[in-house]
């Protein structure tokens, strides 16, 4: 399964619009050092009462940064590494500050499966990371089993290799569903709790980019299982998926990030339950960015937003992160996608980010680097 096909058709034709529209080309720059003031309703703490020091001091340090500069992030090539911090290094000399582990792949960890292929119970490129400074992110691309009965996937559907698990389970504790949805949550608590013991705060984003394209055009619908019943049902398997971690395993260390995609506010959780808001973007030009960051700005006042994904689409180029600040988007933080193709020595050129944006962006002099990260904390 291709997770970023349905994102990349929205980039061209969100690109179209704008054509038409007379927005696609760059608008005179204000200067990019100029930073806009945080509002100052911002939420304080992380919702978390018990939330660990280590969580409450990287909330700080980013409520502290926010509006002011942004913070770099890469995700994991699909699953446990740092391979694209590494490519940013080599085109810069620099790295990012967060690093997105992915627990897309649980389902074939060797610690609960004989014929598992890799071991999330390794957590050496976690801590690894956090040792030597940089920030933790987990995402959870939930694969369940597709409805031929061999496959994992998260696409719903009524195919084979689509799923028809029922997000609505989670109200159903006789269920297979729900014993399946406790059983999978348990694995990644697993792995999340030896974080906490080792002291590492994790940005934790789960059940993302849940409306998929619903409100973009007419047809539209989620892309993953997780939304496929809609606003409500969503609602309840997020605060579900809250209680399990927070109150039954006690899992303090994570800073919850709900992404939006936009026009999409029936399906907020809630501000009890939600740290920071994000938006993931693969059509990144700076006005329709700067659009989206004021209204998401207006729509969840007391929440600092992030750019939690973005990167080039078909035949979109993202816009440069100077002309992205310029224009008046200030992201807490953003976070570029992997190319498995250029990772594997198959492209030349990385699809998402490659080292004239990165260059762009560590010279922006708005962009925080590991080393910057690293002196701010100390």
Known sequence: MNLKVMKKIIACITL??????????????????????????????????NATTEARHLYQMLLSLYGKKALSGVVANVD????????VYKWTGRRPVINVFDFINIHASKDVN??????????????????????????WHWQVQANNGTNMTCSPGDKPGETSFDP???????????KQMVHDIDQVAGYLKKMQAKGIAVIWRPLHEASGNTYEFEGGKAWFWWGAKGAEVY?????????????????????????????????????????????????????????????????YPTKMITLA??????????????????????????????????????????QFAGSEWWNDAFNSGVVVDLDEWKRMKN
């Not at 997020?238 to 395993?249: A, E, G, I, P, T």
């Open 235 to 299: 609602k309840q398997l997020w605060r579900f998926l809250y209680d399990r971690l927070v109150n039954h395993h006690g899992l303090n260390n994570l800073i919850w990030v709900w992404n939006s995609q936009m026009g999409d506010h029936d399906w907020y959780p809630g501000d009890d339950v939600v740290d920071i808001v994000g938006r993931d973007s693969y059509s990144a030009l700076q006005y329709p960015l700067m659009k989206e960051f004021k209204q998401l700005q207006q729509e």
């Open 168 to 178: 609505a389970a989670c109200n159903d504790p006789t269920s297979q569903d729900y």
């Open 16 to 49: 179209v619009a704008l054509c038409a529209c007379g927005h696609a080309d760059a608008v005179e720059q204000p200067s990019p050092l100029t930073p806009d003031p945080s509002p100052v309703t911002l939420q304080q703490s992380p919702v978390n009462p």
């Open 80 to 87: 446990w590494n740092t391979r694209e911090v590494e490519n």
């Open 309 to 350: 994904e973005c990167g080039n689409g078909d035949e979109v180029h993202i816009s440069l992160w100077s002309k992205i600040w310029a224009e008046g988007s200030r992201w807490s933080w953003f976070m570029t996608w992997y190319d498995y193709n250029y990772n594997s020595g198959n492209s030349d050129e990385h």
């Open 114 to 139: 004989r014929h598992g292929w890799l071991d999330y119970s390794d957590l050496s490129p976690v801590t690894a990371w956090a040792n030597a400074g940089g920030v933790v992110g987990c995402m």
